[in-house]
């Protein structure tokens, strides 16, 4: 039997394969620390638990409309104009099973054969994966280290041409950790409404774990608002991975095909997390306040203890819960009889000599890099970064 070239071509997740392997190791009996999941180690509020179970109890369980609650819609609509100046219309809005979704049905519905989407490196592992599912052809611009992970206008402007079609990036960004400053985003919003047939994919799903300044959206420029899709949703900010609601703002003729595309895949989404989530983006951002404070103070420790390891070099992460070290000077070494020549192999190397799961930069488009979780206990993070060390010394 043989697989559609599509899927031939189409590569497992390497953050889910990399957690998988972990659990199957620990299954085994092994003291594996697994720091290679992006999930908040918090549990989903109980407001929100509470909302769910009344509307499991008010009989939320028949299908949904294709594109969200109407209700659900309003939530966004206010949440985008509090959180990020943005107005939308309901027609403007989608409700998904997941952000992850949510840039599915825009890249199907954008991307011809042969459409090159442009995606700044590192990116997060599933979109350039979605882009070829698409038939588009990924264009990678390095963002380097020593830029803080992030492109500037030159490179950008330099990698538009005539085939291209959207650009998708994420700020705060996953794997990095690094936020596009205003003037940044306004320097790229510069150079793209140039380009009006060019779509702006913005994938905000960080944007409430950030230590400083608050996200800026790129769809916030009157320039590029029309050519703006802002992706979003509540995995991250309010630990509800496993609920699967993401969501965009987006033009009207564009959300109008996410829903119809959604239509014939999954239909509308779940309905008694669509409820529950109508309380959490009704909250106020700040009752997740304890959930930032907790990866400020890990971060601020995981950037001291990966400062004391052999060969790692790290930028200071502005936002989400994962530094992303360059960890080129181990290459070409050999320890306990295994040459270590590239991020892949001092992934597996860590996982089988040190016990700790991380993810191979290569996943994120950066070959030389490493992507370690903090949302950890504080007792795991020690742990694992003092098996690191002792490992690479």
């Not at 490179?155 to 538009?160: G, N, R, T």
């Amino acid at each position: 039997m043989q697989l559609s070239k599509r899927l031939q071509n189409l590569k497992p997740s390497a953050t889910i394969g990399m957690t998988a392997k972990a659990r199957e190791l620990s299954n085994q009996g092994m003291d594996i620390i697994s720091l290679s999941i992006g999930e908040p180690d918090f549990n989903t509020p109980d407001f929100i638990k509470e909302a769910a179970k009344k509307a499991l109890d008010d009989n939320f369980t028949s299908y949904s409309p294709i594109a969200g609650f109407a209700q659900l819609k309003e939530a966004v609509i206010k949440k985008f104009q509090r959180d990020n100046q943005l107005t939308y219309q309901p027609e403007q809005i989608v409700i998904s099973t997941g952000a992850k979704q949510s840039i599915y049905n825009v890249l199907q519905s954008i991307i011809e054969e042969g459409a090159e989407v442009i995606i700044p490196t590192p990116y997060w592992v599933s979109y350039s994966d979605i882009v070829e599912l698409s038939g588009g052809t990924p264009v990678f611009v390095e963002a380097t280290l020593e830029n803080d992970f992030k492109i500037t206008a030159e490179q950008l402007s330099a990698a538009i041409t005539s085939k291209t079609r959207a650009i998708i990036y994420s700020s705060p960004c996953n794997p990095t950790g690094s936020v596009y400053s205003k003037d940044e985003l306004q320097a790229l919003a510069t150079v793209l409404a140039q380009h009006k047939d060019v779509i702006i994919i913005s994938d905000e799903i960080y944007e409430h774990i950030i230590y400083g300044d608050k996200n800026i959206s790129m769809a916030s420029f009157p320039e590029v608002y029309d050519q703006t899709v802002t992706i979003n949703g509540l995995a991250k900010a309010f630990a509800m991975t496993g609920w699967r609601i993401g969501y965009i703002g987006a033009p009207a003729w564009l959300a109008k095909a996410c829903e119809t595309l959604q239509g014939q895949v999954t239909s509308g989404t779940n309905s008694f997390a669509q409820i529950a989530a109508i309380t959490a983006l009704e909250a106020n951002p700040s009752v997740v306040d304890y959930m930032v404070e907790a990866f400020a103070e890990r971060r601020a420790m995981m950037i001291e203890l990966a400062k004391e390891i052999p060969g790692f070099k790290v930028n200071e992460p502005k936002g989400a819960f994962y530094l992303f070290p360059d960890v080129s000077e181990n290459f070409g070494k050999t320890f306990n009889g295994v040459t270590v020549n590239n991020a892949d192999d001092l992934a597996m190397y860590l996982l089988e000599h040190a016990q700790v799961a991380i993810v191979t930069g290569a996943a994120f488009g950066s070959n030389n890099c490493i992507r370690i979780s903090y949302a950890a206990s504080v007792d795991d993070l020690k742990e694992a970064m003092s098996r690191i060390k002792k490992a690479l010394s």
